[in-house]
């Protein structure tokens, strides 16, 4: 299997686990936080709805350079985080499908303000920042809503909330 397809494959199988995720963020607690130094929970619903435009960031660019401007989106609904993430997907999945194995082994290179922090082969750095970076998030996401106290569904099978 090229490696194109098995990224896709991973990508819609772990789109489920994050759609029912960003199904069920209360859109009115969007300021709440577990903490002073946490991530407000409606930028971080929004943060992992936007991930998958790492994968154009990647394949489409010989690198990414950190020491830009950002300005921090915060999406108002669930309708709002669900069309964020579906339409950042299929455009990942497009840009996945007109990748070959020859363009993923090419080298991207993550900086900070022009100095380098690491160079990785494509195929390496969508793994990191776009997969494992968005399945961190994730998680991150499930531990907010548990100490709000909404119940979890299963991502890799049945939860403590919903058992069956």
Known sequence: MSLNKALIAE???????TKKLLEIVPAEKSDWAPHEKSMKLGRLATHIAEIPIWVERIV????????????????????????????????????????????????????RGGQVIAQLPKKVALRNIAFNHLYHHRGQ???YLR??????????????????
Do not use: R
Not at 147 to 163: C, K
């Open 60 to 111: 489409n660019a010989d690198g990414f350079d950190f020491g830009g401007k950002f300005t921090p989106n915060v999406a108002e609904s669930n309708e709002a985080l669900l069309k964020i993430f579906t339409e950042k997907q299929d455009a990942a999945i497009e840009i996945l499908e007109a990748a070959t194995d020859e363009k993923l082994n090419e080298p991207w290179t993550i900086k």
């Open 141 to 143: 996401l499930s531990v």
């Open 147 to 164: 100490l709000l106290d909404i119940p979890i569904p299963g991502m890799y099978g049945p939860s403590a909330d919903m058992p069956n």
């Open 11 to 17: 990508l819609k199988i772990e789109s489920t686990s």
